[in-house]
């Protein structure tokens, strides 16, 4: 019954600052981490930034300084604001959280499918 539904991908020039949103619905009992990934052709799914339930974030060394990971626990939402956007950047950011839906079990990781980012030069 749970999902995330990840939106705000798309063309964008070198530079442009787009804001990416995932949004947890479904019978969630609580969210612990939530975190973006992204993953280009050919290569590997990377960790690109991470937010915990207390606002502790953590970030790849090559976004540093230009994304921002947010959360709004009250509409189980999270952000990720990308400035100074590089061709390099181009992939498909996937969102992730750890959601609890039973009383009885542990959380368990929960991925979106994914919206395209493609910056152009």
């Known amino acids: 019954q749970a999902q995330l539904m990840e939106s705000g991908g798309g063309l964008v020039q070198a530079g442009g600052s787009p804001r990416l949103s995932c949004a947890a619905s479904?019978?969630?009992?609580?969210?612990?981490?939530m975190g973006w990934y992204r993953q280009a052709p050919g290569k590997q799914r990377e960790l690109v930034a991470t937010?915990?339930?207390?606002?502790?974030?953590k970030y790849q060394e090559s976004v540093k300084g230009r994304f921002t990971i947010s959360r709004d626990n009250a509409k189980n939402t999270v952000f990720l604001q990308m400035n100074a956007l590089k061709p390099e950047d181009t992939a498909v950011y996937y969102c992730?959280?750890?959601?609890?839906?039973?009383?009885?079990?542990?959380?368990?990781?929960?991925w979106g499918k994914g919206t395209l980012v493609t910056v152009s030069s």
């Open positions: 479904g019978s969630i009992l609580s969210i612990n981490e």
């Open positions: 992730k959280a750890d959601l609890q839906i039973y009383v009885w079990a542990l959380s368990s990781a929960y």
């Open positions: 937010i915990s339930s207390g606002g502790n974030t």
